[in-house]
């Protein structure tokens, strides 16, 4: 985002552009014809810093929740060392059932039911609740030095077998990762080219006790499971602990947990006000951040649920953007990682594309909306380190020059699918139609393109976007304050220059009978009148004069007829027949447009409503926070729920943008949490 004297100076430099002779859009390079295992290879080379590399190597260091498959999985990086948490449903008539992995939000038939509570930034301390089967039981880790303790405490539950369960702690080393781990009489012995350690149990200290009358089995052979490796088993009716590097007994380990979840509560106190926020943000993020071994990296994708659909990871673009915003009260390292990542999956036309995901598979007809250099440059901001602008910019400016080349029409910009890409992803059934022009947008099923039409000639709608040619002005001027920062005049004068170009196409768009900018159908040549959250993005592009500014807010924001009401902001107004529909972008609620709207009204004022804003998206937020620990895709607009259907991930980091936009509007987003750290 531009200050006002930034503003300024990028209206200057596009003056000296016009003196000078700036030209106007550098030639984006032809599509290059690789396969995509070629693709995958050739990501893998692209240049990267040495501080970045450096930064990824701090971040994949000790152990933590790395492994996607299962959040009660805890590993040790970098050497991949794994502790998998699994339990045994016994049953005497029926066939026995073994849970070897849990996930947050999976919906499937006689899926378990995962609660997650708090989930420090390094894994310092985490605390996880999952009920299957008539089973119910309690996960905590904490970090003490290199080593990792686990406290795994059964909850009371209505069993539906008489047996008890059978807990089953499997160690061994993930990603073809090499090493050895062997059974001893009382602990593992887990061995890797530069080191070593010990996992023990408390189920294998000499002279405990099985069924409260046996002495266990050292070697748990009486057990069968379907699991490789080595591995602790025990009767489930006790708390059991685990510990690595020396045996701990069951109080010792009890007291380490209590420590750091104390530590992790202290810190979330000192937040003041914005502890819950800065729990959820802590928490979400926490849970949802992996490591991918294809890429030797730490990543934060929207959810797990979404990323082993997919294979193990899926980058969506201002998803993982908006995650590198959140990241930034508590963890430096993460939230530049997560910005650097999504910019490194750049198709080789430049663009960041909807989604990345394992194998070097993207989408190479599309890409989402432009958010990146906004949030580049707030990172920037917060924490002055100029390594990262350098690193980012070539492929922001990239991805900027392309939008100008590849979605223009008429001088207007719209969202379009390429049919004729090389490479192309030969299952992407929406590549070149107008659903994959509609995905591109990010607001899949948005009733604003209900009757826009697609031209398969150009493979783009055939409607100009107020929402997209503000974002884009946007990140054309947040991208001229970095060039401008990094000494690159001739960049900035072209950027300033493009900026002011659509700016003043974005004038023409004023309806002034509606008081509001308003999309355009250019088949037919007239404004289309349904209202979204994105018509109020000229604020954030500072497009808007002053007076059309408080007509925007006055006439449509604040009137509880369109967007105004007990929960913000509707992704369709009120009055919109598709109001009532309530299914994911046909007018519920998202924490994204909540946050871009919220940017562009601190960008004209407006204090009092801004004030509100913040809170009535903050209290929509908590709602379901405080009642189930969720962070919802999506709310109701009506009922400000999120678990009224399927269409609503409860564990999408991005929900918690709501409660991150109260911190903006208390703290000026500057409230951060270190537990641990």
């Known amino acids: 985002m531009l200050n006002a004297g930034e503003a300024r100076r990028c209206m200057a430099v596009c003056l000296a552009a016009v003196i000078l002779g700036a030209s106007g859009l550098r030639h984006v390079g032809a599509q290059t014809a690789l396969s995509y295992r070629t693709l995958a290879a050739s990501e893998s080379r692209l240049p990267v810093s040495r501080d970045y590399r450096l930064l990824q190597r701090r971040l994949a260091q000790g152990w933590n929740t790395w492994d996607v498959n299962s959040v009660t999985t805890h590993v040790r990086l970098p050497e991949g060392l794994s502790i998998q948490i699994g339990l045994q449903h016994n049953a005497g008539r029926s066939g026995d059932a073994f849970l070897s992995h849990a996930l947050i939000g999976r919906i499937t038939p006689d899926a378990e039911l995962v609660t997650p509570g708090p989930h420090s930034w390094n894994g310092s301390y985490t605390d996880i609740r999952v009920s299957w089967k008539g089973h119910s039981w309690r996960v905590q880790s904490a970090r003490i030095g290199e080593d990792l303790v686990l406290l795994a405490l059964p909850l009371p539950a209505q069993p539906i077998s008489a047996l008890p369960p059978t807990i089953v702690f499997s160690v061994n080393f993930l990603w073809n990762r090499q090493g050895t781990t062997i059974r001893r009489s009382s602990y593992i012995d887990a061995r890797w080219a530069a080191g070593s350690t010990r996992v023990y149990c408390t189920c294998a200290e000499p002279g405990s006790r099985r069924n409260g009358t046996e002495p266990e089995s050292a070697s748990d052979e009486n057990v069968s499971l379907p699991i490789g490796g080595p591995y602790f088993a025990a009767d489930f009716t006790l708390p059991v602990g685990i510990s690595t590097g020396k045996r701990r007994n069951l109080a010792a380990i009890q007291a380490i947990v209590a420590q750091q979840r104390e530590a992790y509560e202290r810190s979330i106190r000192e937040a003041g006000k914005a502890g819950p926020t800065v729990d959820a943000i802590q928490t979400s ?34 998803d993982s953007f908006f995650a590198s915003t959140m990241a930034a009260i508590g963890d430096r390292g993460l939230a530049y990682a997560n910005a650097m990542e999504t910019l490194r999956g750049a198709t080789p036309r430049g663009f960041v594309p909807n989604y990345s995901r394992p194998g070097g598979w993207k989408t190479f007809d599309r890409s989402e909306p432009p958010v990146g250099a ?29 939008w100008a080349k590849s979605r223009d029409i008429q001088g207007y910009l719209t969202w379009g699918s390429d049919a004729d890409t090389n490479p192309s992803n030969p299952d992407d059934v929406n590549r070149g139609t107008r659903v994959g022009a509609i995905l591109e947008s990010g607001l899949d099923n948005s009733p604003m393109y209900d009757d826009a039409t697609f031209n398969p000639a150009t493979h783009r709608m055939d409607f100009a976007d107020v929402g997209l040619m503000s974002l884009y002005i946007a990140d054309c001027d947040a991208l001229a304050t970095i060039a401008d920062t990094l000494g690159k005049p001739a960049q900035a004068a072209e950027l300033c220059a493009r900026s002011l170009r659509y700016k003043n196409k974005l004038q023409s ?60 902001l509707p992704t369709i107004a009120r009055d919109d027949p598709a109001f009532a529909d309530q299914d994911y972008w046909r007018g519920r609620i998202w924490g994204p447009t909540n946050y871009l709207v919220y940017l562009g009204l601190r960008n004209y004022g407006f204090a009092a409503v801004r004030k509100e ?19 919802h895709e999506n709310y109701n607009a009506i009922t400000g729920a999120g678990d009224d259907g399927p269409r609503s991930d409860p564990f999408y980091h991005w929900g918690a943008l709501l409660g991150y936009i109260d911190d903006l509007e208390q703290n000026g987003g500057t409230a951060s949490v270190s537990a641990g750290n």
Do not use: C
């Open 285 to 318: 993020l926490g849970w949802n951040t992996i490591y991918d071994p294809e890429g030797k990296r730490v990543i934060t994708p929207v959810s797990r649920v979404w990323s082993i659909d997919r294979g193990g990871f899926v980058l969506f673009d201002w």
């Open 374 to 402: 906004i949030t580049v440059l707030a990172l920037y901001r917060q924490y002055g380190d100029r390594w990262f602008l350098e690193d980012t910019f070539q492929p922001l400016l990239k991805w900027n020059e392309w």
């Open 509 to 568: 768009m004023w309806d002034e009978q509606t008081g509001m900018f308003l999309n355009r159908d250019l088949r037919r040549n007239k404004p289309v009148g349904r209202l979204s959250p994105t018509n109020f993005y000229p604020l954030l592009a500072r497009a808007a004069t002053p007076k059309q500014a408080e007509r925007m807010v006055r006439e449509h924001l604040v009137n509880p007829k369109e967007f105004w009401g007990e929960w913000v």
């Open 613 to 631: 804003f913040a809170a009535k998206s903050n209290d929509l937020f908590l709602k379901e926070w405080r009642a189930n620990g969720h962070v």
